[in-house]
């Protein structure tokens, strides 16, 4: 079984809707993060979260926001989608990690396709 | 205001032959760099890393060199395979566990 999984994989909707992307991992991590990729944008920070009660702000949270259910469970959610967040959406962890020559990896899901119609 | 950048989108190289995918950054506070690579209709996978106390570091056919005075980090992949063909991002970290990304460089390696 995966590690990080991402539901659904594909999603067509229609502008105003709301809808959330779930993610859910077994690696037992406290790091939890939601990244969207564009076209020539490589992989850019929505949210991340820390721990069940930290959640953070990133690059381009506007238009999303996020639900830290349970320390495997994180969920982004687009109040009121609109066409220019059509993009493959990927949640990710990281686990504990120390400072110095070796830190945290990240251990990404297999992605959901969004398209905002 | 991209702070970790690829500047090369694409790359081609023979099979056999060395594979160079190259990325800047501008914080001189990133401490840790790593490469993930990804294939179509997966999520990025971990590569290889390394910290600013190094300058290089190898795992099997994948060495990274990190410049630091230049700021420019480096992926060598050698020697280059079929299976190798895919879509590198590198990312940086200044030891807040949060990851800046490049835009990332599409390899093909040609049988």
């Known amino acids: 079984d995966a590690d990080v999984t991402q539901t659904p994989r594909n999603r067509i909707t229609k502008t105003g809707k709301r809808i959330m992307l779930e993610c859910s991992q077994t690696k037992g991590h406290d790091r939890m993060y939601w990244y969207r990729q564009d076209p020539g944008l490589g992989l850019r920070l929505i949210y991340y979260s820390f721990d069940v009660k930290d959640i953070n702000k990133g690059e381009i949270s506007d238009g999303y926001s996020v639900s830290r259910q349970a320390q495997a469970k994180f969920s982004l959610s687009l109040e009121s989608a609109i066409p220019n967040q059509t993009a493959l959406y990927f949640c990710a962890t990281s686990g504990p990690g120390g400072t110095g020559e070796i830190r945290d990896t990240q251990y990404f899901g297999p992605g959901t396709r969004l398209t905002v119609l | 205001d991209q702070q970790v950048k690829q500047n090369s989108p694409s790359l081609s190289v023979q099979e056999g032959r060395i594979s160079i995918l190259n990325c800047d950054y501008t914080?001189?506070?990133?401490?840790?760099f790593l490469w993930y690579k990804k294939y179509p209709a997966e999520g990025p996978t971990f590569l290889i890393s390394i910290s600013s106390i190094k300058d290089k570091n190898e795992d099997g056919r994948f060495t990274v060199f990190l410049n630091k005075s230049a700021k420019h980090l480096s992926l060598h992949i050698v020697p280059s395979q079929p299976g190798d063909s895919a879509v590198y991002f590198c990312?940086?970290?200044?030891?807040?566990?949060?990851?800046?990304f490049g835009t990332g460089t599409r390899l093909k390696v040609l049988a």
């Open positions: 990312a940086a970290t200044s030891g807040t566990y949060k990851y800046i």
């Open positions: 914080n001189s506070m990133f401490d840790y």
